[in-house]
T-cell receptor, first 110, second 111 residues
Framework: SQTIHQWPATLVQPVGSPLSLECTVE??????LYWYRQAAGRGLQLLFY??????ISSEVPQNLSASRPQDRQFILSSKKLLLSDSGFYLC?????????FGPGTRLTVT | QKEVEQDPGPLSVPEGAIVSLNCTYS??????FMWYRQYSRKGPELLMY????GNKEDGRFTAQVDKSSKYISLFIRDSQPSDSATYLC???????????FGKGTKLTVNP
């Protein structure tokens, strides 16, 4: 069966610090991978998606970036965090039209 | 007009009630429709998946899609306190695996 992992689960970072969130998927190959942000009281916002190694599409302009160094690894990064980057970050993978989410990382920027 | 509209609630019902959750959408190209359940501080969990119009039943859950009205529903029969969560609808076009989500409806089932 397929499993998706995210870490860390919780993160508190000061404004201006760097960020690295990691997502890995087990039990499938060549999945489409996604990063979402869910802010309090708001819906899921698609940030990045990837159809293969090194192939990243950005959905919204921001100070975040994503990379896919391996088939089942997806990384979300920032060089300098803003207060507005606080939120619940979710990684997902898809098979056909079904998307499956990881447990999420709750990021608080102080 | 937003692509997907979902009443945020909150919706509070007694245990055993039938719950109806709904979404409307504007893009007639949507063909794949999903419902996710999200418990507090957890990732969304895929609950139901439907292609095109019609009904799909899974235990206490029934998903309905009416493409002519651009309206989808999720019914929960014999609701339980463990059903208390936020329910998100999502949909996608043929040829794209990217989903468009509603903002979610928060449901509380009271024992």
């Amino acid at each position: 069966s397929q499993t998706i992992h995210q870490w860390p689960a919780t993160l508190v970072q000061p404004v201006g610090s760097p960020l690295s969130l990691e997502c890995t998927v087990e039990g499938t190959s060549n999945p489409n991978l996604y990063w979402y942000r869910q802010a309090a009281g708001r819906g899921l916002q698609l940030l990045f998606y990837s159809v293969g190694i090194g192939q990243i599409s950005s959905e919204v302009p921001q100070n975040l970036s994503a990379s896919r160094p391996q088939d089942r690894q997806f990384i979300l990064s920032s060089k300098k965090l803003l207060l507005s980057d606080s939120g619940f970050y979710l990684c997902a993978w898809s098979r056909a039209y079904e998307q499956y989410f990881g447990p999420g990382t709750r990021l608080t920027v102080t | 007009q937003k692509e997907v509209e979902q009443d945020p609630g909150p919706l509070s019902v007694p245990e055993g009630a039938i719950v109806s959750l709904n979404c409307t959408y504007s893009n007639s190209a949507f063909q794949y429709f999903m419902w996710y359940r999200q418990y507090s501080r957890k990732g969304p969990e895929l609950l139901m998946y439907t292609y095109s119009s019609g009904n799909k039943e899974d235990g206490r859950f029934t998903a309905q899609v009416d493409k002519s009205s651009k309206y989808i529903s999720l019914f929960i029969r014999d609701s339980q306190p463990s059903d208390s969560a936020t329910y998100l609808c999502a949909m996608s076009q043929g040829g794209s695996e990217k989903l468009v989500f509603g903002k979610g409806t928060k449901l509380t089932v009271n024992p």
